[in-house]
């Protein structure tokens, strides 16, 4: 059973910048895409950003060019750097890994936009 478990949610201020770490029990990186999803009060969880196995990126509209996910397969983590944050951006914040078969859910992180 692969675990996952993010860090890095907090308070802050629009325009403001958080960075989210999802530590994975195993390195799964070969196996498995890898995902961030968030879900804000009242709303369907949605995709933020996506790294496939061989490293493509793909972003919802809603954060190009504000977010960016990357990973660190020597420390089994996957990240979500948050720029320019906006109120909307408020919710909980979930890793993802996919196989195509099998999903793994990590246990979310919240994250709050605020002034």
């Known amino acids: 059973q692969v675990q996952l478990v993010e860090s890095g949610g907090g308070l802050v201020q629009p325009g403001g910048s958080l960075k989210l770490s999802c530590v994975c029990s195993?390195?799964?990186?070969?196996?498995?895409?890898m995902g961030w999803y968030r879900q804000a009060p009242g709303k369907q969880r949605e995709l933020v950003a996506r790294?496939?196995?061989?490293?493509?990126?793909n972003y919802a509209d809603s954060v190009k060019g504000r977010f960016g996910i990357s990973r660190d397969s020597a420390k089994n983590a996957l990240y979500l750097q948050m720029d320019i944050l906006k109120l909307e951006d408020t919710a909980v914040y979930y890793c993802?890994?996919?196989?195509?078969?099998?999903?793994?859910w990590g246990q979310g992180t919240q994250v709050i936009v605020s002034t």
């Open positions: 993802n890994a996919w196989n195509g078969a099998i999903y793994y």
């Open positions: 790294i496939s196995i061989g490293g493509s990126t």
């Open positions: 195993e390195n799964i990186f070969s196996f498995y895409s």
